[in-house]
């Protein structure tokens, strides 16, 4: 799936999304240390997922995702937990998609048509948690009724159970695996496994993952 640029050649605009349990703010080269601080856990945790751990990894990271953000062409967030603001990871809109319609005026100039939500990483101490669900919950919202884009793309190794259940769970639908994708995170070559959620079916995953959120809280 290839990044592509707004119409108008304008970059999409930055947004804080705010929730009860976390606060997504644009990324920002002040975010360095608290970012090293946040990725340094055990590999285990996540055993297919990049995240920068070294300050040298962290710089490539933080540089590529920075550079993305200021070309308009990817919206870097990091994770804020509301409760302590205290930084506990990453995530981001990327390969933002601007389709050319026969119809020029069907769509808002700087809307995209399609984004993908990935490149996630948090903490031990945010991991199954209420703050990747609602993450999520204001990415998705974000996008289908702000943008008002037709997809959303989510993926993941095609190995990682534990994500792409994470994926079902609040709506994606399998689309299949793309073998010999990328680089994994392990050194190897990735097969990827592809999931979507389409406008038309926002409302009911919307709904059904508020009242898992309003659950989560009221325990």
């Excluded at 205290?86 to 020029?104: C, D, H, M």
């Excluded at 990935?118 to 993450?135: F, K, V, Y």
């Excluded at 990735?190 to 038309?200: I, N, Q, Y």
Aim: glycine share 6%; aromatic share 8%.
């Amino acid at each position: 799936m290839s990044i592509d640029i707004p119409r108008d050649g304008a970059p999409v605009s930055e947004v804080t999304l705010s929730g009860a349990h976390v606060r997504l703010e644009p990324l920002r080269e002040t975010h360095f240390e608290a970012l090293l601080a946040a990725a340094q856990h055990e590999t285990e945790t996540f055993p297919f997922t990049f995240v920068p751990r070294t300050r040298d990894a962290l710089r490539g990271w933080l540089d590529e995702a920075l550079d993305q953000s200021g070309r308009g062409v990817a919206l870097p967030f990091a994770t804020i937990d509301a409760r302590d603001n205290q930084l506990v990871g990453s995530t981001r809109f990327g390969n933002l998609e601007f389709w050319k319609w026969p119809n020029a005026s069907a769509r808002a100039p700087r809307n995209p048509d399609a984004v993908e939500i990935g490149w996630t990483w948090l903490a031990p101490r945010a991991q199954r948690s209420a703050i990747n669900s609602e993450a999520k919950l204001l990415m998705l919202t974000h996008a289908f009724e702000q943008w008002k884009v037709c997809r959303v793309t989510l993926k993941t190794d095609a190995r990682n159970q534990r994500s792409r259940n994470a994926i079902a769970r609040i709506g994606g639908q399998f689309d299949g695996v793309l073998r010999a994708h990328m680089p994994a995170s392990d050194g190897g070559i990735r097969d990827t496994a592809f999931f979507s959620l389409l406008d038309r079916e926002w409302p009911e995953n919307k709904a059904r993952l508020g009242a898992k959120l309003a659950g989560a809280a009221n325990r």
